[in-house]
T-cell receptor, first 116, second 112 residues
Framework: DTGVSQDPRHKITKRGQNVTFRCDPI?????LYWYRQTLGQGPEFLTY????????KSRLLSDRFSAERPKGSFSTLEIQRTEQGDSAMYLC??????????????FGPGTRLTVL | DAKTTQPTSMDCAEGRAANLPCNHS???????VYWYRQIHSQGPQYIIH???NNETNEMASLIITEDRKSSTLILPHATLRDTAVYYC?????????????FGQGTILTVHP
């Protein structure tokens, strides 16, 4: 399967711990997005990469959050000093810029974070 | 991004066509209409998108009104596995990247 993959699928951590999630986009997709989804809500945009450059960050992305995409391939999302309010599904999506005038994003299965 | 309005929930009998409406009255000329769905605890799944013309793929059909202010997603023969939350999103995309703005979506329940 050559879709977007995310690891781990589930993460349980204690408040105050650091966690890191990984996203592997579809091969050759140059755009990568992170979203967060809380229970009963639609996904909310967190940040966007074009190749290795992080071009936009949402106000939802506090200074405890950091995302990287070294070499424009996989991406990591780190949360430092986790809080219970960080409990959510973290979704990664990728797309190929401007093919056919569109930017169709394909999502991974998500990482479900539970902070105790 | 333009906002969309969808019914909160809909029901459909298995084997029947499911018609999911979406209003996007403030859509801009360069914005596409995208449909995604999300089955419980999974990532959103891309279904279809369109700009002006009606579109069809192996999953669904998308009917966009001539004034582009509304659209309808059609699942021609709904199955129990089509039970999901369906999101209608407008997005510029293309050379100007488009972060997707999800609303509440429509909860579609397909029953036997």
């Amino acid at each position: 399967d050559t879709g977007v993959s995310q690891d781990p699928r589930h993460k349980i951590t204690k408040r105050g711990q650091n966690v890191t999630f990984r996203c592997d986009p579809i091969s050759e997709h140059n755009r990568l997005y992170w979203y967060r989804q809380t229970l009963g809500q639609g996904p909310e945009f967190l940040t966007y990469f074009q190749n290795e450059a992080q071009l936009e960050k949402s106000r939802l992305l506090s200074d405890r959050f950091s995302a990287e995409r070294p070499k424009g391939s996989f991406s990591t999302l780190e949360i430092q000093r986790t809080e219970q309010g960080d409990s959510a599904m973290y979704l990664c999506a990728s797309s190929l810029e401007g093919v056919g005038g569109t930017d169709t994003q394909y999502f991974g299965p998500g990482t479900r974070l539970t902070v105790l | 991004d333009a906002k969309t309005t969808q019914p909160t929930s809909m029901d459909c009998a298995e084997g029947r066509a499911a018609n999911l409406p979406c209003n996007h009255s403030t859509i801009s000329g360069n914005e596409y209409v995208y449909w995604y769905r999300q089955i419980h605890s999974q990532g959103p799944q891309y279904i279809i998108h369109g700009l002006k013309n009606n579109e069809t793929n192996e999953m669904a059909s998308l009917i966009i009104t001539e004034d582009r202010k509304s659209s309808t997603l059609i699942l021609p023969h709904a199955t129990l596995r089509d039970t999901a939350v369906y999101y209608c999103i407008v997005n510029a995309g293309g050379t100007s990247y488009g972060k997707l703005t999800f609303g509440q979506g429509t909860i579609l329940t397909v029953h036997p």
